[in-house]
C-alpha cells in the first residue's frame, strides 16, 4: 500500500483565484503531513513514510521555488511528531523512534538555513512508550516540546537556540493530551487534561527551569478533552477544548497576565469529535470543527469578545484543518466520501463552496494546511492507495503572486 504527496498553492487575495494542479512532492507513500510558513511564505514539511523501515522526511518549499528533495530525518520513527517554524525559517521536528527491545526515544532535527541538520536525542530510550510529541519555537529558534508517556505522566525539554543537546526531560504534570506553544518573546504556554478530566494550564519563562502559574481552565463541573493552544505574534493565548455536554469551550491568556480570562463557550447542538484552532496576527481565533452528525462548522471570536454563530462549512466531512492569514482570511480542509475538499473564507464573508482538491481515483483521508502572512494557502495531502498499484503524476503549479510584500507583518504559525 503506497500514498502519493501532493502540493497545492492558492491565493486567498487575488480575486477569481484557483488551486492549482497537483505537485508531486515524494514518490514514496507517506501520512500525516504537517506543514508551516515562515513569515516570508516559505514553506517547510514533515511527514511519515509507510514502507519498511518506516522513516520521517522532510522538505522545503521556497516562496516562488520549488520543492527540495525529502530529507530522511529518522529511519526508526514510531507514532508521535511534530513541527514548529520560525519566523526567518528554521524549523524544530521531534518524533519518537521504535528499536528491537523493544525500546523508545525522542528525537529532534534542526532545519536552519535551509539544511536539515542531524538529529539529537531529547529523550534516551526506554521501555516507555511516548505519546501526544508537541513543540513550539520562539522568534529566535528556543524550542520547547511536551510529550506524555505511557503512565499518563507528562515531560518537558527545552533547547536554547544555537545548542545541540536539549535540557534533561522533566516531569511537568500527570495527564493526558499535552499541547504547547510558545510566544514570540519565548514564553511556553502548555495546556493538558488533568486526572479528573478538567483542563490545566502553565507557563514557562524563556529560559526558565521550571513551570509557573499552574491553573485549571476549564469548568470544574464538566468533562473535557482535546485541548489545543495558539499564541499570537503579539503573545497573546487563545486554548479550546472539546466538552462532552455538545459545547466547544475557550479561555484567553492575555499577554503577560497569569490568569486565564474570557470563558467562552461554542454552542455546537450535537457533541462535537475534532476541532482545529487557528489565530490571525491580530489575536483574532477561528475554529472548525466536525459534529457527531459529520456536518462541518466554524466559528470565530474577536480578540477579547464573543463567539460567532456556528456557520455551516460542509454538510458532511471528516478531520477539518484550518488555517489563516494576517488579516483572518481563512481556508479549511476536510475529507469526505474519500475525498479531500477546502472552501475559504474571507473575513466579514462566508464560506465559499466546497473545492476537490484530491483525485477520486485515489480515495484521500485528511491533509494538513497551512496559510502564510499574505493569503498563500499550501495543502498537503496523501491519497490513501489500495492494493500493490500506485498512480503518480507530476505537474508544474500556476504561480500565485501575492500581492502586498510592501510591508512587513508579525509571523504567526499554525
Given at each position: 500500500m503506497k500514498r502519493l504527496f501532493c502540493l497545492m498553492i492558492f491565493s486567498l487575495q487575488l480575486i477569481g483565484a484557483t488551486w492549482s494542479p497537483p505537485v508531486v512532492i515524494s514518490a514514496e507513500g507517506g501520512f500525516q503531513p504537517n506543514v508551516e510558513f515562515d513569515s516570508r511564505g516559505n514553506a517547510v514539511a514533515i511527514w511519515g513514510t509507510n514502507t519498511m523501515p518506516f522513516t520521517l522526511q522532510g522538505a522545503s518549499l521556497p516562496f516562488q521555488g520549488v520543492w527540495s528533495a525529502p530529507a530522511p530525518l529518522s529511519v526508526n520513527f514510531f507514532g508521535s511528531y511534530d513541527l514548529a517554524?520560525?519566523?526567518?525559517?528554521?524549523?524544530?521536528?521531534?518524533?519518537?523512534?521504535?528499536?528491537?527491545?523493544?525500546?523508545?526515544?525522542?528525537?529532534?532535527?534542526?532545519?536552519i538555513d535551509g539544511v536539515w541538520k542531524?538529529?539529537?536525542?531529547?529523550?534516551d530510550p526506554s521501555g516507555v512508550i511516548s505519546q501526544t510529541i508537541t513543540v513550539g519555537v520562539d522568534d529566535h529558534g528556543n524550542a520547547v516540546a511536551v510529550w506524555l508517556d505511557s503512565a499518563n505522566i507528562i515531560?518537558?525539554?527545552?533547547?536554547?537556540?544555537?545548542?545541540?543537546?536539549?535540557?534533561?526531560p522533566i516531569i511537568l504534570a500527570m495527564g493526558t493530551s499535552p499541547q504547547v506553544d510558545v510566544a514570540p518573546d519565548g514564553t511556553a504556554?502548555?495546556?493538558?487534561?488533568?486526572?479528573?478530566?478538567?483542563?490545566?494550564?502553565?507557563?514557562?519563562?524563556?529560559g526558565g527551569?521550571?513551570?509557573?502559574?499552574?491553573?485549571?481552565?476549564?469548568p470544574l463541573a464538566l468533562t473535557a478533552s482535546?485541548?489545543?493552544?495558539?499564541?499570537?505574534?503579539?503573545?497573546?493565548?487563545?486554548?479550546?477544548w472539546l466538552i462532552s455536554t455538545n459545547l466547544i469551550q475557550s479561555s484567553m491568556l492575555v499577554s503577560g497576565a497569569t490568569l486565564w480570562t474570557n470563558l467562552q463557550n461554542i454552542p455546537t447542538l450535537t457533541p462535537p469529535l475534532t476541532a482545529d484552532l487557528a489565530l490571525d496576527s491580530h489575536g483574532n481565533a477561528i475554529v472548525a470543527w466536525q459534529k457527531t452528525s459529520d456536518l462541518v462548522q466554524s466559528s470565530t471570536l474577536p480578540f477579547g469578545g464573543a463567539w460567532t454563530a456556528p456557520e455551516v462549512i460542509a454538510n458532511a466531512g471528516f478531520f477539518p484543518e484550518v488555517a489563516v492569514d494576517h488579516h483572518g482570511n481563512a481556508v479549511v480542509v476536510y475529507s469526505t466520501g474519500g475525498l479531500l475538499y477546502s472552501s475559504t473564507r474571507i473575513v466579514g464573508g462566508t464560506w465559499t463552496e466546497a473545492i476537490l482538491l484530491s483525485n477520486p481515483a485515489t480515495p484521500t483521508v485528511s491533509g494538513a494546511v497551512a496559510v502564510d502572512l499574505y493569503g498563500n494557502a499550501l495543502v498537503v495531502f496523501s491519497p490513501f492507495l489500495s492494493?500493490?498499484?500506485?498512480?503518480?503524476?507530476?505537474?508544474?503549479?500556476?504561480?500565485?503572486?501575492?500581492?502586498?510584500?510592501?510591508?512587513l507583518r508579525p509571523a504567526i504559525r499554525r
Open positions: 517554524v520560525t519566523p526567518e525559517g528554521n524549523a524544530v521536528a521531534v518524533w519518537e523512534e521504535a528499536l528491537p527491545g523493544p525500546v523508545f526515544s525522542i528525537h529532534s532535527a534542526s532545519f542531524p538529529s539529537i536525542t531529547i529523550k515531560y518537558w525539554a527545552a533547547l536554547p537556540a544555537g545548542d545541540t543537546s536539549w535540557t534533561l504556554i502548555a495546556v493538558w487534561v488533568n486526572a479528573v478530566n478538567q483542563i490545566d494550564a502553565a507557563i514557562l519563562p524563556l527551569g521550571m513551570w509557573v502559574h499552574f491553573n485549571t481552565i476549564s482535546l485541548p489545543a493552544i495558539e499564541i499570537d505574534p503579539n503573545g497573546n493565548a487563545v486554548a479550546i492494493g500493490p498499484t500506485q498512480s503518480r503524476s507530476l505537474f508544474h503549479p500556476s504561480a500565485r503572486i501575492r500581492s502586498d510584500r510592501a510591508f
